[in-house]
């Protein structure tokens, strides 16, 4: 059997600040959502200004990141080339969700909404990253 990491709630506390900081930075208002590995929320917040809709598309992307163990960037890209039969998948195809990936294997994503795609993606692994440097710190 193999042992998993999973993300608990300081992680998932982490990941959120450091995704909500480099919003803040950017001047952006967004809405922020971590989940497990298995696509179940475990975070979400909208920030004051942050599109209403957002706090409904942020959990799609993650789950979708998650559930393919692909930035959800992969998905936007195949329905803009012309393989629109992905949209029949049950992901949402906007970039936006970066999945979380330790030891090899996808432990939860990031999900982000509310400003350009390629900004979503910005906040989405500002959180990811975040995450990486704090395990770097615990093995050091």
Known sequence: MKQIQSL???????????AESEARACGWAVSIAVCDAGGHPLWLQRMDGAPLMSAAVAPEKARTSVLSGRPSKAFEDMVNNGRIAALAMPVVPLEGGEPIIVDGLVIGA???????????????????????????????
Not at 9 to 18: E, F, M
Not at 116 to 138: F, H, I, N, P, T
């Open 8 to 18: 608990t709630l300081d992680d998932v506390k982490h990941i959120a600040a450091a």
């Open 110 to 140: 990031v999900g982000v909404s509310g400003v350009k795609a390629g900004e979503d993606a910005q906040v989405a692994r500002a959180g990811v990253a975040a995450l990486a440097r704090g395990m770097e710190r615990q093995v050091a």
